[in-house]
């Protein structure tokens, strides 16, 4: 069913506009601020400022304002995905290590030597 809605009630600007009883569906954005690409990505803002500095992401300046492409955070999405999918089975249940943890894990290995050579 439609209505129509008066603009403005007088004057030769009055005019009507027609509305449907149907809310329009939402628009998507084509661009967002760096803040809701972090949270549409489950990412902390460091790491969306790492990617649009790698070239991750696609962004430009906007005023004061930063501005990234949906397109972008979409094909994103995809290429980790399909990185994703090209994993080993056996490699997706395994816990990244950083390199931190590595040094960490090399230092203990090198002091059970150390100590294994000081028995003999």
Known sequence: MEQRVKIASTGPEAREKSSSSKSDPPIEPLLVKPRTAARILDRGLTTIYKD????????????????????????????????????????????PTDAATRARQAQRTATKMDAERGRK
Do not use: V, Y
């Open 52 to 95: 649009i500095a790698n070239g991750r992401l696609e962004s430009f300046r906007d005023g004061s304002s930063r501005k990234i492409t949906m397109r972008s955070i979409k094909h994103l999405i995809e290429c980790e995905l399909e990185a994703a999918r090209k994993l080993p089975a056996e490699s997706k249940n395994l816990k």
